[in-house]
Structure formats: structure tokens, C-alpha cells
């Protein structure tokens, strides 16, 4: 019986995530965030568990990252509790929500208000403090704690676009895990200080064309190698530094409410607009998603931003293909000139 205590304390912890939502919460209650998302697309089995998702049921005209969520929990049977955001990220999740609570996953919803309403958005974040029983000045304690590590991803992303001495690969994925730390906000700080204090023995990296990479993080393996290899650079990932909340707020509700994401695309929009002058961008790059609704904000963002703009769409967890391969040489070549 002793054996069992600690895979049962376990499993109470870890807390399963469908998207960013305020982490704070769940370290100030003690508990273990885990990104769904990263778990899944970080798996070497990551097309085998779409293809197992697909068996059960779940259609081929369906988001891959949707199938891939209902996998990873399927490979990590000790989350049993699993926060998905309904309002504010894939409107398939609703859908994925009613299937876990069928096979008896306990599920809380947590909605971002699409106005971006600050008091909606305090009632529900004091909901979601409320099932995990925690105060006011826990979540702040714990904002406090974590604030000097976003402050550290801010200076990680300057390195990449001033300092030019960070890989578009490396930003991705310190900024891409800031979703959730990897569940240990003191190793992922540790991560973070040693790879900064690394970089004083850089040399700047050479680029002939700047890029700005924006929408979802790429299901495609390879991507930013295969620009490297090209002359370019990524120097700006959108989402990714959402993830981080550089806006930082004066207070929680406040920092939420600047992580431009889960709102409208137009404050998306003015701040791809602001980096594209900043970070001197020559191109963007805009993935998007089979069968995601976020493909139609294409639209919008072609008529609103004046760079520039190449956009891929990618399906399913693989290695690049050589028809994006060819697309993404044509467009350098072009921004190169």
C-alpha cells in the first residue's frame, strides 16, 4: 500500500490544461499544470496518437490538436482533472469536454469574455479559484513569485530579435512551455538563467531576411531549422510570447486581459503590427490549422498588415513536407531580393 501513496498523490496534483489560463492558480493551490498541447506534440508518437484518436471515432475532418489532447490523457491516465477552455481558444473543445466527462474525467470549463470585460473576467477566474479553494493573496503571492521569470522569457525574446543571438527554434520553445513551466516553475527558472548566462559566449547569428512567425504553434517538426538553412530567421513568435504574458498588467486580472489570444483578432493584429516595426521584420509567416476556424482571420490579417505575408497550413504531427519546403525557399528568395 505504501508504493501506491505516492502515484495516488500524484494523480490528484496533475491538472490537465486545454490552453493558457492563469497558472497562478493552480501553483497556489499546490497543484501540477500540464499542457495537454505540449505533451501531445512533444510525443515521439504524436501521428500514431492522432491515427488512435481517428480509430475511436473522432473525425479526419477534425483539428488534429483536438485528437491529440484525447490521446495524450489516454497516455497519461494519472490526470484526472482536466481545465478546458471554452471561450477563447478551439471551438471543438466544448465537444472534447462532453466526450472526457463520459469517460469520467472530472472537467472545469474556464472562459476568457470575448470583450474583454473585467469584471466577467475577475468572476470567472474567482470560479476557477474557488474549486481549487485558494485566496486572493495566495494567487498573488504566486504572481509575485513568477513574475521575475517572465521578466527573464522578455529578456530571452529580446536576445532573439536585438541581441540576435537566440535561434527562432529556441525562443519557440522556452515561450511555447511558458504556458505551464513544465509543471516545475523552479526548474524551468533554472533552465531559463543557465541558457541567458550561456549566451555572453554567443556570437550574433547571421540572417539575410528577418521573419515574424504568427498563429498556433506549428504541428510541423523541422520548421525553423529549414529557415536557418535558408538565410532566414525567425525573430518574433507570436502566440508563443502571448503564452509568456509580456504585457505583465499591474495585476493579475489586468495581465490576462493584455494576453492577446483568446480576444478578438484586431488586438492581435496591433501587436504583430508592432513587432513587424520594431523587430524590423521582412516577412511574416502565418500558420494555420486544417479544419480550424482561425484560418478565416487570414483575411483580416493580409488586409491590416502591409509585410509581406506567406501563409502554410498545416494537418497532422510530421516532418515538413517538401511542397512547404519549396513555398517557404520561394518566399525568402523573394524577401532575400
Known sequence: ?????????EKAKSIGITSTIPVEVLFAAGRVPVDLNNIFITSPQAAAWVEEAEEEGFPRTLCSWIKGIYAALKHRPEIQTVIAVTQGDCSNTQALTEILVHQGIKVIH????YNRDPALFKKNLEELMGHFGVSWSKVDRIRKRISPVRKKLALLDRETWKGNRVHGWENHLFLVNSSDFKGDLGLYEEELTQFLDALADRAKIPETVRLGYIGIPPIHSGFYGFIEQLGGRVVFNEIQRQFSLPG???NLIQQYLDYTYPYDIFGRIKDIGQAVEERKLDGLIHYTQTFCFRQVQDLLIRKQLSVPILTL?????????????????AFIDVLRK
Not at 1 to 9: A, D, F, R
Not at 110 to 113: L, M, R
Not at 313 to 329: Q, V, W
Open 1 to 9: 500500500m505504501k508504493n501506491l501513496e505516492p502515484l495516488l498523490e
Open 110 to 113: 474556464f472562459n476568457y469574455p
Open 248 to 250: 505583465f498588467g499591474n
Open 313 to 329: 497550413e498545416g494537418d497532422k504531427p510530421r516532418p515538413i513536407d517538401n511542397r512547404t519546403r519549396f513555398r517557404l525557399e
